[in-house]
């Protein structure tokens, strides 16, 4: 347990000291974040604050998870790694959008289908690898089943697998991305997910079906290859979010850009995948998904009626322009977000209990 403890920490800590570095060095750069001129009018004055933040979480996250094993002795495990690998190559594209964004001064940013081409290979090559080296138990990083609080019904086969893979990546990572509109809004509901994985990776490491020998009842163990190390990757970006946040939360100092929304969006399925909870995420991730249907509903309603349901999508700009405040938008959300993770977890232990 103190590899959760470390990665936490030094996330943190990272992420504290570093956050600061990274807002000078952008800030000279003139890497200033583009504000759309149909938005909030009180966001105007947010035009030029440093984006790609998302750097700091993404390499504090990476840093922390290696600094663990080294000061441990524990080795990585491939789900681990996979979760990390999904989060940096999703970044990765998030990283060139923002750049074009800002540096070559075209508003849209990557191409729609360049920067679908590159979450695709990434989504692919992660779903393609997590079903490959098996441990001595037979099992995967993911498994073919679908799963809530673990795997239920028959295989779908690794072809289905590989697009329901992608679906969840594309999914949560335009979730967090919708959701990164408000200052520290996105960073404090992922920083709740992450630590409700953190306790999931935990509890199916003692519970695992790896020490059934030991176990009251063998029949409510988890069939996940690598829990443990779940936890630690989960805490290390529970940790580097929270030190994110000193400088993300109103008045922001510094944004996450698509950097940083494309790499929590991916990791928050990766983590999803690898510890066979799919369908318990759009729960633990309930105003992610919340505000995804605020838009699918906004463009649907207009497409179909003419008319729009919200004064404007996503979700917490409806209620900025019915005159509530940032930063009560922002804690408001933070305790529907609180409320879908104390649920989700409650449905999780609720899911162990009936095996029982």
Same mark, same amino acid.
């Given at each position: 347990m103190r590899q959760i403890l470390f990665a936490g920490v030094i996330g943190m800590f990272l992420t504290v000291i570093g956050t600061p570095l990274l807002i000078k060095l952008l800030a000279r750069k003139g890497y200033g974040q583009f504000i759309r001129?149909?938005?909030?009018?009180?966001? %105007?004055? &947010?035009?030029? $604050?440093?984006?790609?933040?998302?750097? +700091?979480?993404? *390499?504090?996250?990476?840093?922390?998870?290696? %600094?663990? &094993?080294?000061? $441990?002795?524990?080795?990585?495990?491939? +789900?681990?790694? *996979?979760?990390?690998?999904?989060?940096?190559?999703?970044g990765l594209v998030g990283y060139l959008d923002d750049y074009i964004k800002i540096v070559k001064r075209r508003s849209l940013g990557l191409r729609a289908k360049a920067k679908m081409a590159g979450q695709l290979i990434v989504g692919v090559a992660f779903a393609v690898l997590a079903l490959q080296f098996k441990d001595a138990r037979g099992l995967a990083p993911a498994s073919m089943k679908l799963s809530f609080v673990?795997?239920?019904?028959w295989s779908i086969g690794p072809v289905l697998?590989?697009?329901?893979?992608?679906?969840?990546?594309l999914a949560m990572s335009n979730g967090v991305n919708l959701t990164d509109g408000l200052d520290g809004l996105a960073t404090g509901a992922a920083v709740m997910v992450f630590g409700a994985y953190t306790f999931i990776g935990?509890?199916?490491?003692?519970?695992?079906?790896?020490?059934?020998?030991?176990?009251?009842?063998p029949n409510a163990c988890f069939e996940v290859r690598d829990p443990l190390d779940l936890a630690v990757v989960a805490s290390a970006l529970m940790g580097a979010c929270f030190g994110f946040l000193w400088w993300n939360t109103s008045p922001a100092k510094i944004f996450m850009g698509d950097t940083g929304s494309l790499a929590l969006g991916g990791a928050l399925a990766g983590l999803a995948i690898?510890?066979?909870?799919?369908?318990?995420?759009?729960?633990?991730?309930?105003?992610?998904?919340?505000?995804?249907?605020?838009?699918?509903?906004?463009?649907?309603?207009f497409r179909l009626t003419g008319k729009r349901v919200f004064r404007m999508a996503p979700l917490q700009h409806h209620f900025e322009l019915k005159g509530w405040s940032e930063v009560l938008v922002v804690v408001r959300f933070w305790i529907i977000q609180g409320?879908?993770?104390?649920?989700g977890l409650g449905l999780f232990y609720a899911g162990w209990a009936a095996d029982k």
């Open positions: 001129d149909d938005g909030p009018r009180g966001h %105007l004055g &947010k035009k030029g $604050t440093p984006t790609m933040g998302g750097i +700091s979480f993404i *390499l504090a996250t990476l840093i922390a998870y290696a %600094l663990t &094993k080294v000061l $441990t002795g524990a080795s990585p495990s491939l +789900s681990g790694v *996979l979760v990390l690998f999904l989060m940096a190559g999703m673990n795997d239920f019904g697998f590989v697009v329901w893979a992608l679906f969840m990546i935990v509890w199916q490491f003692q519970e695992s079906c790896a020490n059934a020998q030991t176990l009251t009842n690898c510890s066979r909870t799919e369908f318990l995420i759009a729960l633990l991730g309930g105003l992610f998904v919340l505000i995804t249907f605020s838009v699918v509903i906004q463009v649907g309603s409320m879908c993770v104390i649920v």
